[in-house]
């Protein structure tokens, strides 16, 4: 549960607290995870023990800090806040900025969907939610479970049963949200998975068996008794006024059927779309460049920043017993708070302390759906 909490003696600004006790079965080691892959565009973590509420709150509580913002895309999206290109614009270059630099360490998010990109009032824009995050597997030969993304942004080879997929997933789901945010609502928004890929391939056509090549033999077969479908890729253009020639080109490029078609993340950042997108965000927003006394704008060398190696996740496999997952976390904490940071105080006079206190972890059922069984 996601509160605000104010610390008066400490901390300066709002910060976002999550509260967990009873979850490590769902969350322990995610926590640690998404801590470990923190970079500028993702969401921050910090663990700390409360000692101020030793005596109101018991020890096997545990806290979790992130930076708080304002709003999330989807909030943004379904608002009627206007949208111009300039914003669009800046959205997706910091999304596939912060996607760049996730694959490079190997990491796939596996559930970006506009909730989980979270935005400040001034548009910089983090990712958020490492729940379904793993390594990408370069064993093609190794199952991958299809239990990731939320429905309406997940990919058609996972719809269509894969056993193993790439980073592409991830770019599928950047299409999905450009196009929610050209026309302010969702692009493929089905009632169940075989509807999700109904609506995938009026839009695309129907696949070639070559396109298919990753789907399981029964997706396969549903897709052939269907009567052939044309491309209708045009439609695009209805989304928005916005919605240009150069539009279409970068989001016909992300929408591939095929996910070793679809363009890369790093390929996306080059397109000539996102060029102004790049210089406003460089220009005003980001931390890596600066003004200088005499106001003149100090340039990066890199606008887009890679891991300097893969994330290792050796660590992970070594946890075996949710036991094991409790010392890990205590051990992390307790090397925290070793630095020279300051202790964590929380108000217990906050609105919102009372909710906070008896919060619970998310219920089972917003998690993402159970994938289709195709026979």
Known sequence: ???????????????TLLRYDFAFEFCGANYVRQYNTRHTYIDFISFYLCNSL???????????????????LHKIIVSHQPLSSD???????QILRGL?????????????????????????????????????????????????????????????GARHYTAAVDVWAVGCIFGEL?????????????????LITELLGTPSLEDMRYACEGAKSHILRRPPKPSSLTALYTLSTQATHEVVHLLCQML??????????VDALAHPYLDEGRLRYHSCMCKCCYTTA???????????????????????????SIEQVK??????????????????????QSAAFKSFASSTVAHPSELPPSPHQWK
């Open 1 to 15: 549960m996601r509160i605000r909490l104010f610390s008066t003696a400490c901390i300066p600004n709002f910060i």
């Open 54 to 72: 030793k005596q109101k709150i018991p020890t096997l509580t545990r806290y979790v800090i992130t930076e708080l913002l304002q709003s999330d």
């Open 87 to 93: 914003h669009i614009k800046v959205f997706i270059y």
């Open 100 to 160: 760049k630099y996730l694959h490079s360490a190997r990491i796939l998010h596996r559930d970006i969907k506009p909730g989980n990109l979270l935005v400040n009032c001034n548009c910089a824009l983090k990712i958020c939610d490492f729940g379904l995050a793993r390594v990408e597997e370069p064993d093609s030969s190794k199952l991958m479970t299809q239990e990731v993304v939320t429905q309406y942004y997940r990919a058609p080879e996972i719809l269509m």
């Open 182 to 198: 050209l026309g302010r609502r969702i692009l493929f928004q089905a009632q169940n998975p075989v509807q999700q890929l109904e």
């Open 256 to 265: 591939v059927f095929d996910p070793d078609k679809r363009i890369s993340v």
């Open 294 to 320: 005499s106001g003149m704008r100090q340039y990066t060398t890199e606008f887009e920043t890679t891991a300097p190696q893969p994330f290792d996740d050796s660590w992970e496999r070594k946890l075996t």
């Open 327 to 348: 010392e890990e976390v205590h051990k992390f904490i307790a090397e925290q708070l070793n630095t020279s940071r300051v202790p964590l105080c929380i108000n217990p």
